[in-house]
């Protein structure tokens, strides 16, 4: 019999009405992944055109921020989740930004996250860290009761210097503080899996953002900053893991995940 498999898709389209506009509907129809995680939507569902608030083939939810045109998450599945629960940590101050969404799929349950940037004068670090925080212990409370997890999206935190291609000039910019980066250590201290770092343990160059400026993209001047967290029990689940540069639309990239079910 043969085994069946999911693809999951996480994707920072960086405004999802720009994204349309740059191909986003057409990818969705020829990729068809059975679950796609967007972040930094940056619109309200009413604002969103029908066939893209509910794409053909797909059951659609979204958790937009309280103030327009920022932040907000989507999650689009072709068979429903069994719940869906957007504003999940309980803070309305960390709920505030539309950065959570958290779906039931029976095998496991998905949380959908875009993780706050510090700001170009870190100010916003402090938030990040508490909102990160935040979510790995929701996360770890539902792992204690027995649940397989896997946490996608846009971390932006670079966890090595293998992640990103240029380390030394980024020490003191968020993305890649001390602070930043031991949270992710923090992550993988508690048992959460990086899978794609764990398949590609000593490969450099494979990023999911780059700067738009200077050609960055094309030369590859990027940062692995947008990732996979998963229960050590999906490991041996997980039949691949890719990064998807080659798709624009954003200055991120797709990333995905194909588990056996």
């Not at 994707?11 to 720009?18: A, D, I, K």
């Not at 039931?104 to 508490?130: I, Q, W």
């Not at 738009?212 to 990732?227: F, P």
Request: hydrophobic share 40%; net charge neutral; proline share 6%.
């Amino acid at each position: 019999m043969k085994r069946r498999s999911l693809r999951l898709v996480s994707w920072n389209v960086n405004g999802l009405r720009s994204c349309v506009a740059k191909g986003f509907l057409e990818w969705l129809q020829t990729a068809r992944p059975g679950i796609v995680a967007l972040q930094e939507v940056r619109a309200l569902p009413e604002q969103l055109p029908p066939e893209v608030r509910v794409p053909e083939g797909y059951h659609a939810h979204w958790n937009p921020a309280a103030r327009k045109g920022y932040s907000g998450v989507g999650l689009l599945c072709r068979e429903e989740a069994l719940s869906v629960v957007p504003d999940g940590l309980g803070d309305p101050e960390l709920d505030a930004e539309g950065r959570m969404i958290v779906s039931d799929h029976g095998a496991f349950l998905l949380y959908n996250v875009y993780f706050p940037n510090g700001g170009r004068d870190l100010s916003r670090v402090p938030f990040k860290l508490e909102f990160s925080e935040a979510v790995l212990q929701h996360a770890q409370r539902r792992r204690a009761e027995g649940r397989s997890i896997i946490i996608c999206g846009d971390v932006n935190t670079a966890h090595q210097e293998i992640d990103l291609a240029r380390p030394k000039a980024n020490v003191r910019n968020t993305g890649f503080l001390p602070e930043e980066r031991a949270w992710v250590s923090r992550v993988l201290e508690h048992g959460w899996v990086d899978i794609f770092r764990v398949r590609h343990p000593a490969e450099g160059g494979h990023y999911t953002w780059w700067s738009n400026r200077a050609g960055a993209r094309q030369r590859n001047v990027g940062w692995r900053i947008d990732c996979f967290f998963i229960t050590p029990d999906l490991v041996e689940r997980v039949a691949e893991v890719r990064h998807h540069p080659g798709v624009v639309g954003s200055d991120h990239c797709p990333i995905e995940l194909v588990l056996a079910l």
